[in-house]
């Protein structure tokens, strides 16, 4: 299947700062890649859509200029939590489709704001 | 919105039992798939169901795509230790509209195995 890398693989941060998080397809390109967050003991709640080429689409509840995306080429897609807050503290990962649009899961990123 | 419910929330079985799960929806979708998650990882994708009424197998895993393409199973056979994890299902949209590629999880399934 397609491989799909995310950078870092965990991150602690303090409050207020910005922290970015990269999702990368590795042998595919990707006009579309998903963001989604995972609280412990929870299940994938998606965040936004992210959309080579143009701007990202939000999910209800998700503040955009809080979480900003950008889908600078065909294999990457960044997302980064500005004035990170310890509510933000959260396991983040994207997908990207593959060849029959069946989504490929990043290995997650561990975010953790003090 | 879309929801689905997946049962049960968790199962403690013996090692070489057989194990089967299952999701529900309130609306159709296009796509099932199947996906284990284990800790501190992302999930990796077991099974895609695309057509209603399908049964497919991968390995000792076996799943169905519900006729009414609301509702899907997972079996596991023969179960082993490396079985352990969370089993997500999922549902997908079709193509055309904002929704498409999106997935809508179900709430897990907790799967422990006893040697």
């Known amino acids: 299947g397609a491989v799909v890398s995310q950078h870092p693989s965990w991150v602690i941060c303090k409050s207020g700062t910005s922290v970015k998080i990269e999702c990368r397809s590795l042998?595919?390109?990707?006009?579309?890649m998903f963001w989604y967050r995972q609280f412990p003991k929870q299940s994938l709640m998606l965040m936004a859509t992210?959309?080579?080429?143009?701007?990202?689409?939000?999910e209800q509840g998700v503040e955009k200029d809080k979480f900003l995306i950008n889908h600078a080429s065909l294999t990457l897609s960044t997302l980064t939590v500005t004035s990170a807050h310890p509510e933000d503290s959260s396991f983040y990962i994207c997908?990207?489709?593959?060849?029959?649009?069946?989504?490929?899961f990043g290995p997650g990123t561990r975010l953790t704001v003090l | 919105g879309q929801q689905l419910n997946q049962s049960p929330q968790s199962m403690f079985i013996q090692e070489g039992e057989d194990v089967s799960m299952n999701c529900t929806s309130s609306?159709?979708?296009?796509?099932w798939l199947w996906y284990k998650q284990d800790p501190g990882e992302g999930p990796v994708l077991l099974i895609a169901?695309?057509?209603?009424?399908e049964l497919t197998s991968n390995g000792r895993l076996t799943a169905q795509f519900g006729i009414t393409r609301k509702d899907s199973f997972l079996n596991i056979s023969a179960s082993i230790p490396s079985d352990v994890g969370i089993y997500f299902c999922?549902?997908?949209?079709?193509?055309?509209?904002?929704?498409?590629?999106?997935?809508?999880f179900g709430q897990g399934t907790i799967l422990t195995v006893h040697p």
């Open positions: 999922a549902g997908q949209l079709g193509a055309g509209g904002t929704s498409y590629g999106k997935l809508t």
């Open positions: 609306s159709i979708f296009n796509t």
């Open positions: 997908s990207a489709p593959g060849s029959t649009n069946e989504q490929f």
């Open positions: 992210s959309n080579e080429g143009s701007k990202a689409t939000y």
């Open positions: 042998d595919f390109q990707a006009t579309t």
């Open positions: 169901l695309y057509k209603a009424g």
